[in-house]
């Protein structure tokens, strides 16, 4: 059995400018809305299913392409210069540690769009992989109710100080904190045991400084794992996925989906 997937059916996409910048951004679906922020290397076949599950279970999914080919397979050869790009470019501040990175600033004001045109109390956000963190940050803004963190990678863990970072500026962080405990903010956060790029310490801050709030979801990748997964297993909700109840992918993703809905309905 291998990961769900999906191509661009039925997904209408216009350009959204905000803060400066001006993406694509692939919209679908009817209910609460849902901005879906790709993974590396972009709107790849398994994001494209993630967004359909959300679809299918009640959402209105707003993709936004910051970078890649909508529909194009993750693992091809043109994958290696967009990776290359992100780690370079201004708005993602691949490295930078205490960093407000200008693509929040989009996210915000994409997510406020979102929820001027859905019903339900605000809006959700889920980041994954080099843009998990971008979920939290975007949670600045007010009408953002559910910032969802898989496998937040930035800054890139290459130092102690950068894999202590919780992947927004200290500003941003104490804002969420103030929504937290005045108004019951909740986010989640979710990694693999022992996937290099999602270092431990990021999440121990995130949960040192949000308490309750942040709940956490890890899946055993150590040696000797249950379910098989490999010491490099990274990406929860789309290509470790195994439509098979009981399969810690596929039940986090579950979880996912009752986590917007308890937020936003």
Same mark, same amino acid.
């Given at each position: 059995?291998? #990961?769900?997937?999906? $191509? @661009?059916?039925?997904? &209408?996409?216009?350009?959204?400018?905000?803060?400066?910048?001006?993406?694509?951004?692939?919209?679908?679906?009817?209910?609460?809305?849902?901005?879906?922020?790709?993974?590396?290397?972009?709107?790849?076949?398994?994001?494209?299913?993630?967004?359909?599950?959300?679809?299918?279970?009640g959402f209105t999914v707003a993709a936004p392409s910051l970078f890649g080919t909508p529909g194009a397979a993750a693992m091809r050869p043109g994958m290696v210069p967009v990776l290359l790009r992100g780690c370079v470019a201004r708005e993602f501040a691949a490295f930078a540690t205490n960093a407000?990175?200008?693509?929040?600033?989009y996210?915000? #004001?994409?997510?406020? $769009? @979102?929820?001027?045109? &859905?019903?339900?109390k605000g809006v959700g956000v889920i980041g994954q992989c080099f843009t998990g963190g971008f979920a939290l940050a975007a949670a600045v803004e007010a009408s953002v109710l559910a910032p969802?963190?898989?496998?937040?990678?930035?800054?890139?863990p290459l130092t102690p100080k950068q894999r202590r970072d919780p992947g927004l500026s200290e500003a941003e962080l104490r804002i969420v904190e103030q929504r937290a405990a005045a108004e019951g903010l909740c986010a989640m956060g979710l990694r693999f045991s022992e996937d290099p790029l999602v270092p431990a310490e990021r999440f121990k801050t995130l949960k040192a400084r949000l308490g309750d709030a942040f709940e956490v979801i890890?899946?055993?990748?150590?040696?000797?794992?249950q379910h098989g997964f490999s010491k490099?297993?990274?990406s929860v909700l789309t290509d470790q996925v195994r439509e098979v109840d009981g399969h810690p992918a596929y039940e986090?993703?579950?979880?996912?989906?009752?986590?917007l809905t308890e937020r936003l309905t």
């Open positions: 059995m291998t #990961a769900p997937e999906a $191509d @661009l059916s039925g997904w &209408t996409a216009e350009p959204f400018s905000a803060a400066g910048f001006t993406y694509d951004v692939y919209r679908k679906g009817q209910g609460p809305g849902v901005v879906l922020i790709p993974e590396m290397p972009g709107l790849h076949p398994g994001v494209l299913a993630l967004g359909n599950h959300l679809v299918d279970n407000d990175r200008p693509v929040a600033h996210l915000r #004001a994409l997510a406020r $769009d @979102l929820n001027e045109k &859905t019903p339900g969802v963190l898989s496998q937040p990678s930035l800054p890139l890890e899946i055993d990748s150590g040696k000797g794992n490099t297993a990274h986090a993703r579950k979880r996912v989906v009752e986590f």
